[in-house]
């Protein structure tokens, strides 16, 4: 009995919601289809791929070496620039890593161009000296950043990290050449290569870096000013600063030097596969080999040792310098120098006329000598102690030495004038050592210091070769 009022409970329960249901009822809804993009059939617009087509017999061969920076922290891998490096061996030229700060005056000498990318650490002031002069010369500097590269640091104090974009360091480097990079990306909303950040640049200012091209695309660059100088890639009224949302005519995305010997960069991905061959990438990566190449430095005494055009140099000994053991030592040790250097010696026993020489003289050489002591204006009176020196004024023969750099289309000659043969043999023994750091240098002459202003020459001792008698000379660097 009591079962049954249960069943009676739950039906008055659960009917009134069974009938209401029932009511309501209009069967199980279906889900409407959606329209959806056909995904796999979707392209992102790209530039148009434009590899080059070469003829290694239209690739002009330059020669030289070309320093790539690795001692500033440079935030890029050599594979990534190897479109640049590949185009610079098919010129002749040769890649060399520089990761040496105490070696960059030496590495300068003979480089034909130094290359910068993204660094994180700054150039100290007497490399940026160094690069300045080098470029003086006519060596060429070409900087590369990215905004897309940052170096992370930690405040101290919060642990908070920080990130650095690499125009921080590139900045103080390009300043004497009156260039600069803004910490910022350019974008455009019109003119792209599939993304807002790939700008594409078709506006190029006349010259050899732009020789050839009609569209070339950069993949997030930074902007770059140079008032003295010129924007070589310049930017359309679509084209914006992501640090003001703004358009400055003003900007670019790569500037060239007023010298014509720098040119900086604000993007690095243009280089690597794939992007190397998008647009005319490709003949501006080829226009920045030939630009690294074809600078050919000034023959200047800041070159020394490397001050020979050929592989080769004369060397001549005039009548009054005669082979002693000493001379002959020292003359050894600069053979073995310039030997590390692929520089031959051939000893004459006449003037060359043409091609590289080393020419060891007194003060009062003979009249073969004359012209060429001419061309340097020096002036040495009879029986006086001082030679008269442009830019130097009057210069003690004791204990000092000339160098004289007659640099001519028919060859290079290096003059050594000394006083005595003790002067002559501690100039040679400096020289060894292929710097000039106890000279006072000019472009062509340079007055070293021989490390005693005691030693004379005797007009017998001068003739035979043979010196008067002296106290013991100062021990020379080579020892």
């Not at 900087?143 to 974009?165: H, K, M």
């Not at 992007?275 to 080829?286: E, F, G, R, T, V």
């Not at 080393?358 to 009249?367: M, N």
């Not at 640099?407 to 002559?424: I, Q, R």
Request: aromatic fraction near 10%; proline fraction near 5%.
């Amino acid at each position: 009995m009591k079962k049954n009022y249960l069943f009676i409970a739950l039906a008055a329960l659960l009917l009134p919601a069974l009938l209401r249901g029932l009511s309501f009822y209009r069967g199980f809804a279906e889900r409407p289809g959606f329209a959806t993009p056909d995904f796999a059939a979707l392209k992102a617009p790209q530039a148009p791929a434009n590899p080059p087509a070469i003829n290694p017999e239209d690739i002009t061969q330059y020669g030289g070496v070309v320093l790539f920076d690795a001692s500033h922290g440079n935030q890029f891998t050599m594979t990534e620039v190897a479109s640049l490096t590949e185009a610079i061996t098919q010129r002749g030229g040769r890649v060399e890593l520089h990761n040496d700060p105490a070696l960059l005056e030496f590495k300068l000498k003979y480089a034909s161009a130094f290359v910068a990318i993204s660094p994180s650490i700054t150039f100290t002031a007497d490399e940026i000296r160094l690069i300045k002069k080098f470029t003086e010369r006519g060596g060429r500097l070409l900087v590369f950043t990215d905004a897309t590269r940052n170096s992370i640091y930690f405040d101290l104090t919060s642990g908070n990290p920080i990130a650095l974009g690499d125009v921080n360091a590139a900045n103080p480097l390009l300043a004497p050449f009156g260039i600069s990079i803004n910490n910022d990306y350019l974008y455009s909303l019109e003119k792209n290569e599939g993304n807002f950040r790939n700008v594409i640049f078709d506006d190029f200012a006349k010259n050899e870096l732009t020789f050839g091209l009609k569209e070339v695309a950069l993949y997030g660059t930074h902007s770059l000013e140079s008032p003295s100088g010129l924007i070589l890639l310049r930017e359309t009224e679509s084209t914006l600063s992501s640090a003001n949302d703004a358009n400055d005519p003003a900007q670019g995305g790569a500037a060239l030097s007023r010298d014509g010997n720098v040119t900086a960069f604000g993007d690095i991905t243009f280089m690597s596969s794939p992007y190397n061959n998008y647009a005319d990438n490709a003949s501006l990566i080829a226009n920045l080999a030939d630009f690294a190449l074809s600078g050919t430095q000034k023959i200047t005494l800041d070159k020394f040792p490397f001050v020979f055009n050929g592989s080769k140099a004369q060397v001549y000994l005039t009548s009054e310098i005669r082979k002693t053991a000493e001379i002959v030592s020292a003359l050894g040790k600069l053979q073995a120098s310039l030997q590390f250097m692929n520089i031959a010696i051939e000893y004459v026993n006449e003037l060359p006329r043409d091609g590289d020489a080393i020419i060891i003289s007194s003060y009062t050489p003979g009249e073969e000598l004359t012209p060429l002591i001419n061309k340097f204006d020096l002036t040495l009176e009879n029986g006086s102690e001082f030679v008269e020196a442009p830019g130097f004024g009057k210069i003690g023969i004791y204990g000092n030495t000339f160098l004289l750099l007659d640099a001519t289309s028919k060859g290079n000659t290096l003059t050594l004038l000394a006083n005595s043969l003790e002067d002559a043999i501690y100039l040679l023994d400096s020289l060894k050592s292929g710097y000039l750091s106890g000279c006072m240098l000019q472009e062509k002459i340079a007055v070293c210091s021989a490390g005693s202003s005691s030693s004379s020459y005797s007009e017998t001792g001068a003739a035979s070769g043979e010196t008067t008698p002296q106290p013991e000379p100062t021990a020379t660097p080579g020892g």
